[in-house]
């Protein structure tokens, strides 16, 4: 790869070309079973499950799968939350050259149906909990057999034996039939011995979802190839750090594309122990914190900002903690600051999507930290910023535009939908929506989204911007900022707020520290306090809701 502005940051002995081992996820991990037999693959709840026996597990469900008539190619739906059998149910499907197709649980019938049909799923590997929910749509889809999969299959004791009786609400006792199948009985009716690894490099692998906030939810298809090179991206990023040595916290759900690359794919790839969360709360995390000793967290703003908020956390054993992985908005200076004078670890921002399987660019491993920035582009990606008007015009460093994104992590396109994927994939760049920029040290800042930008009298508003400031406020725990209809100014800008416990505060207040940091037209014109801003799955604000909201608000409006 060509020398690059941002090549000059990157840490001693970080390449900015890799040779690619031609090794799947799913040959990646029978490779980890060599290497690390007796070393925790997965910690779920105290329950360790080591890489011997998680590769005996694939081997296993492989089996079933195939048993019941699954051939390369097919695509196989996977709803589940963050227990073992999903990264069994992937890995397992990765092995038999299968597509595996990722849900959402928190999904309600009408999302799930029309993912299940979009994406041709034969088959569904779900929570016995949400069988009834899945047979009721199951006619108007493609999917010929469920598989339940319960909790506490891997609860460690006595918890196991008791889940059943105190947490009846959760527990739904399933008996098997020619249409549902559980994994448990599955598991132990097949030979553990080797199958023969169908996964090919060049071929589909998963099938993951966009989110839908800004039109149709579209199925990213990601290669064999797509997740290898990634993963092998993220490991050359940190020279320093061994395979087989470190324990991370599953804070994102599998299904999300960061749970999906940077907690399986990648611990799988290292060798390194998965300490499983069910649900990345913050009284949960400290428990985990406390009894696993993580060397690395990853998570979103919301779970840094709600883990500082915890008086335990401050008084946690942080030796082990190396670092901190900062993904889906951009974090405060004082939160960065504040994390590392209590923990002495280091906060590495990321950047990336489901269309470019997660990573794109991060903070260098033991190098310069600008808070606002997302670090710099891994090996072997290229970026440029182009006019948001027209893709062709590339503009001058500094300059805000869109990013343009070329790379050997880029997925292969949107499925069944070539039109969608025309518009986004050109000569190899894929055009992100997002706007960013560059400084002199190549590092890049994630101005805004190209269609949350705000126009109000002629001006560019970025929302992220006024976020930040808004975030700034001593009282404020969270802020999102959104374009509203505005017959004068074509738009205006609305603040949304969610202030610190026990804390109070005005219009006034708010509007008074916008003006002293901002320039008058980006100043909030409206201003609303609210308990609980609306996330994602892996707790990303939502702006596009909040946005909706406002719109059925003024239609409402106009129609009474």
């Not at 069994?88 to 799930?112: C, D, K, M, W």
């Not at 976020?467 to 738009?491: F, N, Q, W």
């Not at 416990?501 to 708010?510: F, I, K, M, N, R």
């Amino acid at each position: 790869m060509e020398e690059r502005i941002w090549h000059k940051s990157y840490a001693p002995g970080v390449k900015r070309a890799l040779d690619y081992e031609k090794l799947t996820i799913s040959q990646a991990l029978t490779r980890s079973a060599g290497d690390f037999p007796n070393h925790t693959a997965l910690n779920y709840m105290g329950k360790k499950i080591t890489y011997r026996d998680l590769n005996e597990l694939v081997n296993r469900y492989a089996r079933a799968l195939l048993d019941m008539g699954v051939e390369p190619g097919d695509k196989i739906a996977v709803c589940l939350p963050n227990i073992p059998q999903v990264i069994i149910s992937n890995l397992a499907i990765f092995r038999i050259g299968a597509v595996a197709v990722q849900n959402n649980p928190l999904y309600t019938e009408r999302e799930l149906e029309y993912q299940l049909k979009d994406s041709d799923s034969k088959m569904m590997i779900t929570l016995t909990l949400l069988i009834p929910r899945i047979q009721k749509i199951k006619p108007n889809t493609q999917i010929d057999k469920i598989i339940g999969c319960h909790i506490n299959t891997y609860l460690p004791f006595p918890i196991k034996q008791l889940f059943p009786i105190v947490k009846k609400d959760m527990y739904r006792k399933v008996e098997p039939t020619e249409e549902v199948k559980v994994f448990g009985d599955l598991i132990g009716n097949f030979s553990p011995d080797p199958v023969d690894d169908a996964s090919q490099w060049d071929e589909l692998a998963a099938l993951l979802y966009t989110g839908g906030t800004t039109g149709v939810s579209k199925g990213v298809m990601l290669s064999h190839a797509n997740l290898s090179c990634d993963v092998q991206q993220f490991a050359a990023w940190f020279p320093d750090i061994k395979p087989g040595e470190e324990r991370l916290m599953g804070n994102f759900p599998v299904f999300h594309i960061a749970g999906f690359a940077a907690i399986q794919n990648f611990i799988t790839w290292q060798g390194w122990e998965n300490i499983m969360v069910p649900r990345p709360e913050p009284k949960i995390n400290i428990e985990l914190i406390k009894k696993h000793k993580p060397t690395f967290l990853p998570g979103v703003p919301t779970i840094f900002v709600g883990l500082l908020a915890e008086p335990d956390f401050r008084k946690l054993d942080f030796s082990a903690m190396k670092g901190f992985f900062s993904g889906a908005a951009p974090l405060a200076a004082d939160t960065i600051k504040t994390l590392k004078d209590i923990t002495g670890a280091t906060m590495c921002e990321v950047y990336g999507s489901t269309e470019t399987t997660a990573m794109v660019s991060i903070t260098p491993w033991g190098g310069q930290i600008k808070p606002g920035t997302v670090g710099v582009p891994v090996a072997d990606t290229d970026i440029k910023i182009v006019a948001v008007d027209d893709p062709d015009q590339e503009l001058e460093l500094g300059e805000p535009g869109e990013i343009a994104i070329k790379g050997p992590q880029i997925m292969m396109g949107y499925y069944k939908k070539p039109e969608e994927t025309a518009a986004a994939l050109k000569d190899g760049w894929f055009f992100t929506g997002d706007i960013g920029k560059f400084d002199e040290d190549g590092y890049l800042t994630i101005v805004d989204r190209k269609k949350d930008m705000i126009i109000a009298g002629g001006y560019n508003i970025y929302p992220v911007e006024l976020d930040d400031v808004l975030m700034s406020h001593p009282k404020v725990l969270e802020a999102c900022t959104i374009g509203i209809p505005d017959d004068y100014r074509g738009e205006t800008v609305k603040a949304f707020i969610v202030t610190k416990s026990g804390e109070e505060l005005t219009d006034e207040d708010v509007v008074s520290h916008c003006k002293d940091n901002l320039a008058a037209y980006k100043v909030p014109k409206i201003i609303e306090f609210i308990d609980e801003l609306p996330k994602s799955a892996v707790g990303k604000i939502l702006r596009r809701k909040l946005k909706d909201m406002e719109m059925d608000k003024l239609d409402k409006h106009k129609a009474g």
